[in-house]
């Protein structure tokens, strides 16, 4: 593999001055060879570096990292998380059908189980037969943090035009602002709470699971009867005082960043129903079965892949920004940084060794239009490259309101165009001249607005946001992730290096509580005494 990485690498210097728009007019037909449509997503990567020679040794590259096999293992159960002795099968929760045997038990019965006790309890809810001890429930507070509250937060977000279930609250901070606000509007008799907890243990969430409880229990004769667990954790759901029958239980092969698909999506579910909850698992089956099945150079995830290694391994970006020109998309840039950098932000790899390459990259973003009022100003202006993933609809659900939806399209697509062409130094002169400047006034205002242009972006291009969309969206994500560690040999689907955090958290507890707490630095000492001071 080390050659084709210093193929790419020496491709990439042979390059030279060469521009995206240069690639444009070697290859007439590049806006078609380098887009990729698949099961009504259309990825255009044609504004970016990638010509027929990098494509070629990017993929050369990742079948050499031996993806159909790791694909196929994934997929079939085998224990690829190596660091926990864990299979990955997230993808088993939007594809109920078949087998799939892990330590020779199918696990698929039991999540088939959980699926329609998960469909029959959301039914019970949103039709009102299942009660708050004040009617019928007017309110879901989820209470969970990281991969228990991203997904089924984004998701309901971003399907508010098919929300028509109770009205759904996600509380995730432990700082007592959150739970405080999110409680402050809320009648205790008509609200369900779910405390979304793949452990059961993380301190944030079961704080605020017991500030709910307590604020509940000033109002509720009962307030356990009005929570739900979603937990791999039984045992301790049952210590907390959740009646079984309100336990959704998932295995230790469903990863927190990718459990959107199962019990933790129970938010989702009562917002949205059933059916359509189904939906969004077959658009991320769909996406499963594309990945499985697409020959390397027309499978979706593959391609995303290519690009990001592209993008940051071999031209050193260190940042990749999603923008969704669509304001419900607004949370899709933390998921997919949870998703991304927890999955791949790691420095050794499978084998023990030190990576020799740089990890995962930055992920961050903001829908637009917002964000061009923003931090666009770095992205074509600044010293670095920052590639973009843009994202956009062709419909979206106010048909009134048509008119919106062309601006803010031709907005997401004018911002890739001027990404790419840039304004050189002469039609930025003639501009200043067209408003009447001239001399050095002209010269220097001029240079201000010159554009570098040659900053790489891929659209992704959807028919319209929908259950079935959004699940491919966050697959085709997903996969992207895995290609990419599989190309570094990364495990990604540990986290380790979230467990210091929360080790270090206890430890430096008893120290802003005046209490003996050895082992720290003098600058943690320190600011923990004037934190106390200051707190009098
Ligand atoms: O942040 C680390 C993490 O382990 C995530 O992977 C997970 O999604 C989150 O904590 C929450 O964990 P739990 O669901 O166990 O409360």
């Not at 039709?127 to 991203?150: H, P, Y």
């Not at 770095?378 to 609809?393: D, K, W």
């Not at 659900?397 to 601006?407: G, S």
């Not at 079935?468 to 986290?495: A, C, K, M, P, W």
Request: aromatic fraction near 8%; charged fraction near 20%.
């Amino acid at each position: 593999m080390q050659d084709i990485w210093n193929r790419l690498k020496s491709h990439r210097r042979n390059q030279g001055t060469t521009r995206i728009p240069d690639l444009f007019t070697a290859d007439p037909d590049r806006a078609t060879n380098f887009c990729t449509k698949a099961d009504g997503l259309v990825f255009d990567w044609s504004k970016t570096m990638i010509d027929a020679q990098a494509r070629d040794l990017l993929l050369e590259l990742t079948a050499s990292a031996g993806i159909e096999a790791r694909r196929e293992a994934m997929f079939t159960g085998r224990k690829i998380n190596e660091t926990e002795g864990r299979a990955v099968l997230h993808s088993a929760l939007r594809n109920l059908d078949g087998s799939v045997q892990v330590d020779g038990q199918d696990v698929m019965p039991a999540l088939r189980d959980t699926h329609a006790r998960m469909q029959a309890f959301a039914r019970d809810v949103r039709s009102g037969s299942f009660k708050g001890q004040g009617g019928r429930i007017t309110d879901i507070v989820n209470i969970g943090i990281g991969g228990s509250d991203l997904g089924p937060y984004m998701a309901t977000l971003a399907l508010a035009p098919y929300h028509d279930g109770p009205w759904t609250h996600f509380v995730s901070n432990v700082d007592g602002a959150d739970i405080h606000d999110t409680l402050k509007g809320l009648d205790p008799e008509t609200t369900l709470v779910i405390v979304a907890s793949k452990t059961f243990t993380t301190i944030e969430t079961m704080t605020n699971a017991r500030t709910a409880r307590d604020w509940m229990a000033r109002t509720v004769a009962d307030p356990a009867a009005q929570f739900v667990a979603l937990s791999s954790a039984v045992d301790k759901t049952a210590e907390f005082g959740i009646d079984e029958t309100r336990v959704f239980g998932f295995e230790d092969w469903v990863g927190g960043r990718y459990s959107v698909w199962g019990p933790i999506g129970l938010s989702l579910m009562l917002a949205i129903g059933p059916e359509r909850f189904d939906e969004f698992l077959a658009g991320g089956a769909a996406m499963d079965a594309h990945f499985r099945s697409a020959p390397l150079a027309q499978n979706l995830p593959v391609l995303l892949a290519l690009v990001g290694i592209w993008h940051h391994q071999i031209c050193g970006y260190p940042t990749r920004a999603v923008l969704p020109y669509d304001n419900r998309l607004l949370r899709l840039p933390a998921y997919l940084q949870q998703l991304e950098m927890e999955s791949n932000g790691k420095g050794v790899a499978m084998d023990g060794n030190d990576l020799t390459m740089p990890s995962g990259p930055v992920v961050w973003g903001e829908p637009g239009t917002n964000g061009q009022h923003a931090f666009y100003q770095l992205i074509h202006q600044g010293t670095s490259t920052v590639p973009c993933e843009f994202i956009l609809a062709a419909r979206g659900h106010e048909d009134e309101l048509a008119h919106h939806h062309i601006l803010l399209a031709a907005n997401c697509l004018a911002q890739s165009e001027a990404l790419m062409r840039g304004r050189n130094l002469d039609e930025a002169r003639a501009l200043m001249a067209a408003k009447g400047l001239e001399g050095p006034e002209l010269e220097r205002q001029a240079r201000h607005r010159v554009f570098p242009g040659n900053r790489p972006s891929t659209t992704l291009l959807i028919g319209q946001l929908t259950p079935y969309t959004l699940g491919q969206i966050v697959v085709l994500y997903e996969h992207r992730v895995f290609v990419e560690g599989v190309i570094l040999g990364i495990n990604s689907f540990d986290q380790w290096g979230v467990e210091l955090g929360k080790e270090l958290a206890l430890r430096v507890e008893p120290l802003l509580k005046g209490e003996p707490a050895p082992g720290h630095d003098a600058s943690t000492e320190h600011l923990a005494g004037l934190f106390r001071e200051m707190r009098g």
